[in-house]
């Protein structure tokens, strides 16, 4: 009996955590006339910091790869995105981006290997 609940509550875990890696993909935000992304001074700031471009931003967003335990697409002020992966530089970076009503913003970016002192409030 134990023996079959344990196989149960595994078999319960495993889907549960299928469950939470999938997320409906966030629509990419398209630069352009119509839609510009945004970059505030937060995220101009940490760029300068860790030594990411624009070029390097939209590298990892077209790779359309939302990390959705970082993500919050259910905020009701401005759904955020975690985009993650490799730049062509190599670096592993998480870029968040933030919808607010028609407007795509970059709020943060971070480089996952790197360990940066950054002064930007």
């Not at 023996?3 to 999938?22: D, G, M, P, Y």
């Amino acid at each position: 009996m134990i023996k079959r609940l344990s196989r149960l509550f595994l078999l319960v875990l495993v889907i549960f955590l299928v469950a939470c890696e999938t997320t409906t993909p966030a629509p990419l935000p398209v630069t352009g006339t119509e839609h510009v992304l945004v970059y505030t001074k937060h995220a101009r700031c940490r760029m300068d910091c860790r030594h990411i471009t624009e070029i390097e931003i939209q590298e990892i967003i077209s790779a359309k790869s939302i990390n959705p335990r970082k993500s919050n697409p259910n905020d009701s002020r401005c759904p955020t995105y975690a985009y993650e992966g490799y730049s062509h530089e190599q670096q592993h970076l998480r870029i968040i981006i933030a919808k607010c009503d028609e407007v795509w913003k970059v709020v943060t970016c971070i480089d996952l290997g790197n360990e940066f002192s950054c002064n930007c409030h």
